[in-house]
């Protein structure tokens, strides 16, 4: 009797272990998902574990949140939110794009933070200053509005390693030193050649420009580093005086130039009548000087009488009428 109430039991704990067998095989992990779209529904058994689709059952997490994401390498349903917020503020990016974005970005900005700099940045030039920071600076800031007329870099503000936008051969009626080659932003092109006729007509000479030449235009982030690194052999702890960290000049923004005249040292240029035309008129062209004794202690630079920058018309008649530098506007 005992052996057939053994057999008996043994019988019906098999079956058991079966039947709960057989139910875990066919228990449809999503079956309390109050969302019940098939396909939406196959991709997440495909690509979240048990975890995560317990994680978005018990937060009642709609698939719109997250599926159009749910294929792409790196994807974490986790920071499925700043997907979706990224993809609003860039809605033209694909959905690889923005979790690559998102995901090797997170640990050091916010979407916002991302999404202002993807204004004025390539992705990849924001990626190496996520990555690399300033090897100059360890307390440098990048700047946001870095394709602005009004950015401004410094010992402190960067731009890392960008290119701008919109850089364009230099206008072929503005004369250059040996003629040579020069980019700058699209921004300066009419300013420079406008500049250039009223000097030349207001000074009374049949040189081109009054004389003047462009040095200087657009100086890109690797050339501005062998040109700081000569400049730190040369002279030492004095470089930042006379030469500028890569990332932190005004050349790399293509907005300024540098102007020469023949046979007249470059120390010598603000006892020029063109350095006195250009310090009461290049204001009217959205020009002005940004290296000055008067604010040398703001921009630690020594003055550069020759070099003018772009910061648009309105910002540049503001300046003027108040004897401000821009260096001088952002600190107070």
Not at 296 to 303: C, R, V
Not at 305 to 314: A, C, D
Request: with cysteine; aromatic share 12%; hydrophobic share 35%.
């Amino acid at each position: 009797m005992k052996i057939k109430r053994a057999i008996f039991v043994s019988m019906i704990l098999v079956v058991s272990i079966l039947c709960y067998a057989f139910m875990n095989v066919n228990y449809d992990k999503l079956s309390r998902y109050p969302y019940k779209n098939e396909e939406n529904n196959r991709l997440i058994r495909k690509y979240l574990n048990d975890e995560e689709i317990e994680y978005i059952i018990e937060y009642s997490i709609a698939p719109a949140t997250f599926i159009a994401y749910i294929q792409e390498d790196n994807f974490n349903i986790y920071h499925a939110s700043e997907y979706r917020e990224l993809n609003k503020l860039l809605w033209d990016e694909t959905p690889a794009s923005i979790v690559r974005m998102v995901e090797e970005t997170r640990n050091s900005m916010d979407v916002m933070t991302l999404a202002n700099y993807l204004v004025h940045y390539k992705f990849d030039e924001i990626l190496y200053w996520v990555d690399h920071g300033d090897p100059y600076s360890m307390n440098s800031i990048l700047v946001t509005n870095a394709g602005n007329p009004n950015a401004y870099v410094d010992d402190i503000h960067t731009i890392s390693i960008r290119k701008p936008f919109n850089l364009q051969l230099l206008n072929e009626d503005v004369p250059t030193v040996d003629g040579d080659e020069m980019e700058v932003d699209i921004a300066l092109q009419i300013p420079l050649k406008d500049l250039c006729v009223a000097i030349q007509e207001e000074l009374q000479t049949k040189k081109a420009c009054g004389g003047l030449l462009v040095s200087e235009g657009y100086i890109s982030y690797a050339n501005q580093d062998k040109r700081y690194k000569e400049a730190k052999e040369a002279y030492g702890d004095s470089a930042d005086k006379v030469e500028f960290m890569p990332g932190h000049s005004e050349h790399q923004l293509g907005l300024a130039v540098d102007f020469v005249l023949d046979g007249i040292e470059n120390e010598d240029f603000s006892k020029t009548e063109q350095y006195n035309w250009l310090k009461d008129n290049a204001h009217r062209f959205g020009l002005v000087q940004t290296y000055k004794v008067e604010n040398a202690y703001l921009t630690n630079k020594a003055e550069q009488s020759y070099h003018f920058r772009y910061v648009g018309n309105e910002m540049a008649h503001y300046l003027f009428t108040n004897n401000l530098t821009l260096s001088e506007l952002i600190s107070n």
